[in-house]
């Protein structure tokens, strides 16, 4: 290998494992979401409390443009390679943070406004440290193969998301339940900051990229990098058309193959959560490659006709591949074992009082497929019978068997296919739309808009749309009407079907072909 290729391979290792360790950061919270919502925040209300915690997940995506513009500035002005160096460390203490941050039970409202505090220094840290990388990978690498080498870049969100799972599941699987439920949750946050320190002692010896030297040494670099990319009337056209004709959808895309379809296992499908990250991790895997493939296609015939036609086929297929995946979990397609139902129940005295009691009923059922049922439901009896007791709390399970979680693996798969062909070539995309001097600013804030507020407020919102579902066709059942929707749990998808359909149109319509920037 040559020096010049060894050079280039070290920049991209270098650059993607210090990204991939930040999205490790970032998304090790949404993946232990449904553990946080029980720690800080009130466990009166289930439902409200996963809620809370996704619109805190959420939060670290909407000030994700806020850090593109704060950190996209910097590195136009100083230099890619200490941007991103400043971005990797406010990383890693945020979220080694997080993981000391006490419970709610132990300082109230404290808890979720330090998490929340921590998260939005995530988003701002995030903000700065893709631009950076994208940028610095593509100004070292050859204009006709640049698709391929920020590629690399491209998969460090789908294996930083693969990893947050996998240490996730080894965490869980190395102590018993009870001990990852008080403690154990906090080991995948506290494990960051050893990552980080060595990502900083690999990035350290990097050298600045070669085309910001230049623009340096020539007197070019931009002032007034904020000035120059949405002052520039021309410029600002780049920006709109990068973020509605490109990201938005893409960021729609990425967060519903893989978050939405994540919380839609969880929460909605109420798939055991061992049987959920290990599909997970087994699609994501299988789908990685293709960021790659689809990436070096993109230099041989377009960025443009790849990142739309994954949008465009996400959008025709995301209802038969989620209702499948409903369908493949859901009970009620399934025989039970006669005599399998077993329903036992406690009372015992509720922790929070020393005279209301707490009832504890417990259902189990198995299925001729292999499958198997747990419900638990948990209701306070109060003594003062004047007073309004809290609704049950109520936690339904379903394992499925090994050809049922082979079929959602493929539909996971399909998912993510969908997610590389939009986001795969993106990056090359981006950082030729732009010219060098304010690259870092112009291309990272539509970047971060699409991505952290249409993309990363996707599962919010989509949890919310099927909520509001179910609790409509509720509604209308006890009050003997038929059901408002016929399939409620797919009502979520909704959000990213229109608007990708709308960036699909744009970026149909206004994105001519490929502009190429030096």
């Given at each position: 290998m040559s020096q010049k290729k060894q050079s280039l391979a070290y920049i991209i290792s270098a650059s993607s494992v210090g990204t991939l360790i930040e999205w490790y950061d970032f998304y090790i919270f949404g993946s232990l979401a449904t553990v946080l919502s029980t720690k800080f925040f009130p466990t009166d209300n289930p439902t409200a409390a996963f809620l809370n915690t996704l619109a805190t997940f959420a939060a670290g995506f909407v000030v994700r443009p806020f850090?593109?513009?704060?950190?996209?500035?910097?590195?136009?002005?100083?230099?890619?390679?200490?941007?991103?160096?400043?971005?990797?460390m406010l990383m890693g203490g945020a979220t080694f943070?997080?993981?000391?941050?006490?419970?709610?039970?132990?300082?109230?409202?404290?808890?979720?406004?330090?998490?929340?505090?921590?998260?939005?220094?995530?988003?701002?840290?995030?903000?700065?440290?893709?631009?950076?990388?994208?940028?610095?990978?593509?100004?070292?690498?050859?204009?006709?193969?640049?698709?391929?080498?920020?590629?690399?870049?491209?998969?460090?969100?789908?294996v930083g998301l693969v990893i947050s799972l996998g240490v996730i599941m080894l965490t869980r699987s190395s102590m018993s339940k009870e001990a990852f439920d008080e403690y154990g949750w906090r080991i995948p946050f506290l494990l960051s900051i050893v990552m980080v320190a060595l990502s900083f002692l690999i990035r350290r010896n990097m050298e600045e990229s070669p085309m910001f030297e230049k623009a340096k040494k020539e007197g070019t670099t931009s002032t007034n990098p904020l000035k120059e990319s949405f002052g520039n009337k021309l410029n600002l056209k780049f920006v709109l058309l990068a973020l509605f004709g490109a990201t938005m959808g893409q960021g729609l895309v990425w967060y519903t193959g893989q978050f939405y379809a994540q919380t839609f296992l969880l929460k909605i499908c109420n798939l055991d959560d061992i049987q959920t990250n290990t599909i997970l991790v087994i699609g994501l895997l299988l789908g990685t490659p293709l960021f790659i493939f689809f990436g070096a296609l993109s230099d041989k015939i377009g960025r443009?006709?790849?990142?739309?036609?994954?949008?465009?086929?996400?959008?025709?297929?995301?209802?038969?591949?989620?209702?499948?995946?409903?369908?493949?979990?859901?009970?009620?397609?399934?025989?039970?074992?006669?005599?399998?139902?077993?329903?036992?129940?406690?009372?015992?005295?509720?922790?929070?009082?020393?005279?209301?009691?707490?009832?504890?009923?417990?259902t189990t059922r198995s299925y001729t497929d292999g499958a198997t049922y747990k419900k638990v439901s948990k209701l306070v009896i109060l003594a003062d019978k004047t007073a309004e007791a809290p609704k049950a709390d109520v936690k339904e399970t379903i394992t499925i068997n090994d050809s049922d979680k082979w079929t959602l693996i493929g539909m996971v798969f399909l998912l993510i296919s969908f997610v590389t062909m939009a986001y795969g070539p993106i990056a090359a995309f981006l950082v030729e739309l732009f010219p060098t001097k304010i690259r870092y600013t112009s291309m990272s804030l539509p970047y971060h808009i699409g991505n952290g507020i249409f993309g990363g407020l996707m599962p919010a919102i989509a949890t919310f749309l099927v909520t509001t579902a179910k609790d409509a066709n509720k509604t209308a059942e006890e009050a003997g009407q038929a059901a408002t929707y016929a399939k409620p749990y797919l009502e979520g998808l909704n959000y990213p079907i229109a608007l990708v359909t709308v960036c699909v149109i744009i970026g149909f319509i206004y994105i001519k072909g490929d502009k190429k920037h030096a």
């Open positions: 850090g593109a513009l704060v950190f996209g500035r910097l590195g136009d002005i100083i230099g890619r390679k200490y941007t991103f160096m400043v971005t990797l943070a997080i993981g000391l941050v006490p419970s709610y039970a132990t300082i109230g409202g404290w808890a979720p406004f330090l998490v929340l505090t921590l998260r939005l220094l995530q988003g701002l840290a995030l903000g700065g440290e893709y631009g950076g990388a994208a940028t610095y990978v593509a100004e070292h690498s050859p204009a006709e193969r640049r698709g391929f080498f920020t590629s690399w870049i491209q998969t460090t969100a789908t443009k006709g790849i990142m739309l036609a994954g949008m465009a086929i996400a959008v025709f297929a995301y209802r038969p591949i989620f209702d499948k995946m409903y369908q493949t979990v859901s009970v009620n397609n399934k025989e039970v074992v006669a005599g399998s139902e077993k329903i036992e129940e406690t009372r015992a005295l509720n922790a929070k009082s020393t005279v209301d009691s707490l009832v504890t009923t417990t």
